[in-house]
């Protein structure tokens, strides 16, 4: 069956008329731990293994566990300051401050009208993008107000990733990238050929299909390949200008060579 995925990936370089963005690798860092979060302007570590958060800054740790929520499906650290941890067994949020001390717990479950959350991401203030599964709909939700102050149309397909900033959420489902301002309102829509997860940083997004990674400039819908790395891409976080790979055993940071 490989010969499918070599004539889907030609159909895909194909179809952008750019060349593809270069790589210089700056540095690699033997790195064993389970999930890689995010990475910071100051390289502090935002990371889990074995079901704990942790924070690593200049060689030293704090954690933060809670086993009574079951397993961290994902985790946020956009806002330093208020820190999302989503435990989708449960439907349950914790927002953490920088000293990783709880600071609120948000119970979906708990909630009228009932709310079956398959994602979250940061919002500004005090929310969070949600997705509403029942709805199928994309939420502005205040967790101080207990209020959702925008909701999306529903979409027609499943949610492989949600990311967002201050200003903008993108929400990748099967058949589209989606990208809507903080007011909840619709700005792009883009086909989704074959992209399964994102990663962005101020209003640049990476997009990954297999072992093969592309970059999506800002108020762009041109999507570029970046040069093929030999590393297998487990994960992959955008900081700027510098693209992280993360293998499950080594860290590599590349710059990225932008046009």
């Known amino acids: 069956m490989k010969w499918?995925?070599?004539?889907?990936?030609?159909?895909i370089y194909?179809?952008?008329?750019?060349?593809?963005?270069?790589?210089?690798?700056i540095n690699s860092l033997k790195l064993e731990k389970e999930t890689i979060i995010s990475i910071d302007d100051f390289e502090t570590?935002?990371?889990?293994?074995?079901?704990?958060?942790?924070?690593?800054?200049?060689?030293?740790?704090?954690?933060?566990?809670?086993?009574?929520?079951?397993?961290i499906t994902s985790a946020n650290a956009f806002n330093p300051l208020k820190i999302n941890l989503f435990y989708k067994s449960f439907n349950t949020v914790i927002i953490l401050d920088n000293r990783l001390a709880?600071?609120?717990?948000?119970?979906?479950?708990?909630?009228?009208?009932?709310k079956n959350v398959s994602h979250i991401t940061t919002g500004f203030d005090n929310?969070?993008?949600?997705f509403n599964q029942d709805l199928q709909q994309l939420e502005l939700y205040d967790y101080k107000m207990n209020k959702v102050k925008v909701r999306s149309l529903p979409v027609q397909s499943n949610v492989l990733?949600?990311?967002?900033?201050y200003n903008y959420c993108w929400m990748l489902t099967e058949k589209y990238l989606y990208k809507y301002n903080y007011l909840g309102s619709l700005i792009s829509k883009m086909e989704n050929k074959g992209f399964?997860?994102?990663?962005?940083?101020?209003?640049?997004?990476?997009?990954?299909?297999?072992n093969q990674?592309?970059?999506?400039?800002?108020?762009?819908?041109?999507?570029?390949?970046?040069?093929?790395s030999k590393l297998l891409i487990n994960q992959f976080l955008l900081a700027n200008e510098t693209l992280y790979i993360y293998d499950s055993k080594i860290l590599s940071k590349f710059q990225l060579k932008i046009k």
């Open 213 to 228: 990674l592309y970059f999506l400039a800002s108020n762009s819908q041109d999507v570029v390949p970046i040069q093929r």
């Open 102 to 114: 709880e600071i609120f717990k948000i119970d979906f479950n708990m909630m009228q009208p009932y």
């Open 196 to 210: 399964t997860e994102m990663a962005l940083n101020n209003e640049n997004v990476v997009l990954k299909t297999d």
């Open 45 to 71: 570590l935002y990371h889990i293994k074995n079901n704990t958060f942790y924070k690593t800054s200049n060689n030293k740790s704090i954690n933060y566990s809670n086993v009574q929520l079951g397993n």
């Open 4 to 11: 499918i995925n070599y004539i889907f990936l030609f159909l």
């Open 127 to 130: 929310s969070l993008w949600v």
């Open 14 to 25: 194909s179809g952008y008329a750019q060349d593809s963005i270069q790589i210089k690798l």
């Open 161 to 165: 990733d949600l990311k967002s900033n």
